[in-house]
Nanobody, 115 residues
Framework: QVQLVESGGGLVQPGGSLRLSCAAS????????MGWYRQAPGKERELVATITRSGSTAYADSVKGRFTISRDNAKSTVYLQMNSLNPEDMAVYYC?????????WGQGTQVTVSS
């Protein structure tokens, strides 16, 4: 059974940083492409960043240069380092694991950016 558990969300001031983690279990982590998505109130879920099995990364234009996605296959964990946060980044952040056989989501972690 696939399980993705996000952590690291919380309250941060504008300009601050957070590091999200997503620990995966029940899958061969190294065979999955991983991603972070976010959903703000009243908006659709949107892609933030992805990292493939081979380590190639891609980012939404709105976070390029501020966010960094990485993975540690030995720990079955994907990370999202978020710097220079602004109120537009406030959302629930979801972890995603995907391959040709399955597509799994975590429960989400709240990121609040406020002074």
């Amino acid at each position: 059974q696939v399980q993705l558990v996000e952590s690291g969300g919380g309250l941060v001031q504008p300009g601050g940083s957070l590091r999200l983690s997503c620990a995966a279990s029940g899958i061969r982590f190294s065979t999955y492409d991983m991603g972070w998505y976010r959903q703000a109130p009243g908006k659709e879920r949107e892609l933030v960043a992805t990292i493939t099995r081979s380590g190639s990364t891609a980012y939404a234009d709105s976070v390029k240069g501020r966010f960094t996605i990485s993975r540690d296959n030995a720990k079955s964990t994907v990370y999202l380092q978020m710097n220079s946060l602004n109120p537009e980044d406030m959302a629930v952040y979801y972890c995603n694991a995907r391959n040709i056989f399955s597509n799994a989501w975590g429960q989400g972690t709240q990121v609040t950016v406020s002074s």
